[in-house]
């Protein structure tokens, strides 16, 4: 679901309840609507059989306590239909947006998921980390929330399989979805013993055929992207050099967006689960065209169609 107010929101929400899809998803940033609200808010006005998801959540600005508070409401007036999708985000969106000093990110996350897991999970916490100090029980018990992280690079990809239910991609090319983040994921589930979790995978869709259009696009909502250091870092790893310059290349934009007809887009979503082990796709609609409202409209009802029939 895109950024915009919270009202606009709720009804995005509503939509994909009827149109047969599965999780409507909120990234969060700055000082949009607070997710929990929202769901809680689309829970009130009959939203019944959808689960909500955060895709995700910056950790810095909420202490893990504050975090589970949401949460825990949205549990409470939807039980068994919240995932908790967290991330430490990036040092400039930290640093010069909170003004928060992005510390030890990954050992950040580890210690504010396993809080969030023992408060959600078990009901209180009692936690005394390097980073983070945590004592609470929460009122009403344990509840069914599932905690999922972003991961772009292998150790995030490992922490994922080891200690959350999922791990949560973007802007990431399948081949190296396939052959870099599901091992590193089955790698940390082997690790702490469990089976692998959920492979999340957060991919722009463009129901178009316009070859330049979509390349315009991509360069206009995405060519940031690869300025910030873990996206570039991963691009590389991906095996696309260019993303250490500041161009975002056609090529990289064929391999991070899947555009086409509905026949070519239906053919690649089912290839994701089929040919690179994607458990989840989150779809994210970009819009090309003038009327925004109906190419949406349009989009999401052919990706319910594509759920319901797979």
Not at 215 to 234: E, K
Request: proline fraction near 7%; charge should be negative.
């Amino acid at each position: 679901i895109q950024m915009m107010g919270a009202p606009a929101l709720i009804d995005g929400i509503l939509a994909p309840d009827t149109d047969g899809l599965d999780t409507p998803w909120l990234t969060v940033g700055g000082p949009a609507p607070d997710p929990f609200a929202v769901f809680v808010g689309a829970a009130l006005s009959g939203a019944e059989r959808i689960t909500f998801g955060t895709s995700i959540v910056p950790t810095y600005p909420r202490h893990p306590i504050s975090m589970v508070q949401g949460a825990a409401s949205v549990d409470q007036m939807a039980p068994g239909r919240m995932i908790l999708g967290l991330g430490p985000s990036h040092k400039p969106a930290i640093e010069g947006t909170w003004g928060m000093p992005f510390h030890k990110p990954l050992s950040h996350l580890r210690e504010y998921v396993d809080i969030c897991r023992a408060l959600l999970e078990e009901g209180e916490v009692n936690h005394e980390g390097e980073l983070i100090t945590a004592r609470a029980q929460l009122p009403g018990g344990p509840t069914q929330v599932q905690t999922m992280i972003s991961a772009l690079r292998e150790k995030a990809w490992s922490l994922s399989g080891e200690i959350t239910a999922g791990g949560i991609s973007w802007m990431s090319p399948l081949p190296y979805i396939r052959d870099v983040a599901l091992p590193a994921q089955q790698a940390g589930a082997d690790l702490a013993g469990r089976d692998r979790p959920q492979m999340v995978v957060h991919t722009p869709i463009i129901l178009s055929e316009d070859t330049e259009a979509i390349h315009a696009a991509a360069r206009r909502q995405f060519g940031f992207y690869q300025r910030l250091p873990y996206y570039s870092q991963m691009l590389q790893d991906a095996g696309y050099d260019e993303a250490a310059g500041r161009d975002f290349t056609d090529r990289m934009a064929d391999a991070l967006i899947i555009s086409g007809s509905e026949s070519e887009v239906g053919d690649r979503v089912r290839a994701m689960h089929d040919n690179y082990g994607v458990d989840e796709m989150l779809a994210a609609i970009v819009v090309l065209v003038d009327d925004a409202e109906s190419h949406i409209t349009r989009t999401r009802a052919f990706l319910g169609e594509l759920a319901q029939a797979d």
